[in-house]
């Protein structure tokens, strides 16, 4: 005789429930508290914890770039310039270092730093001649724009 | 006539020293310096890189990881071309915005392909039924920064 269905006493049953457990609270083994030890509650962490990190990521940029500005805005003020007047001068220098490198740059390299303080400081000088006068008078010697070919 | 509040800038003044005696003293510290680097009387060297759509900050004996994939094989010697920044102990070399290519030579070694360590990004919108899972892992790449070098042709 054909029998198109399995009889009723055929369950199928989860044999591998122990590792699907596993790979849940193996991320949780770090929490605090019954978290780290219970299913029903490190499954609600361990999914918090995911979405939070996959927004930090987002977030991590924004808050490394903040931390790089409030570094050069130190150690330009050690120097005599506001973080604004630094930045705009060294742009309008066609010095284009973003502010990773200066942050670097600042704290391991604070030769460097100041050189680049003082042609920041030399190009605003420049700027306010420039402003003022508005002549024909010669234009100074480090706003010339440079036109590199390669 | 009467000083108000806009008869000055609200910048201090400003004096640049004379053109002829700064012409003077640049095209000084220009023979020392070329003087100090065909002497070869520098330290260690440092370089800043644009590499991969991002600026690095390196030396000799450096290992830089990039987040994508290279076209070189391992073991591949590559020339860096875009350099922005090259110092020594006493002097630096500040690129407006690139140093021309016969004044710094930057090589490097592909050490390593691999992957990055699978990251998990999941989206979850609690009480909408709502959550995706996925891992990814990102290509990366090792490089050896090997040397860096001047040549003294400065202007």
Redesign the interface.
Known sequence: MVVLSAARWLRSRLSDRFWRVQDVLKYARHFRGRKNRCYRLAVRSV??A??R??KA?KEKKRFLRALWITRIEAASLEHGLKYPAFISNLLK??????R??LA??AI??P??FK??AA?AQRRR??G??A??GDGKE?E??FSRI?H?HY | VAKTSLTS?P?PE?K?PD?VE?AKYHAEVVRKVNGLISAGEYGRL?A?VHFASK???ITNEDLIMMDNVLEAECGDRIRMEKV??V?A?DF?L?????LGKDLVRVEATVIEKTESWP??????WRRHNF?R?KIIANPQTVLRINTIEIYPCLS
Request: cysteine-free; glycine content about 4%.
């Open positions: 999914r918090r995911f979405v990190s996959t990521r220098s066609q010095v284009e270092l973003n990773k490198v670097d740059l391991y390299e030769k460097t050189s680049l042609l000088q420049e306010f001649l402003a003022l010669p100074g010697i440079v590199q | 800038p910048w400003v640049l053109p700064e440092f800043v600026q690095w900050k922005l920044l110092g102990d630096t500040i690129g407006r915005p690139l990251k998990v990004n999941v989206r979850f959550q899972k």
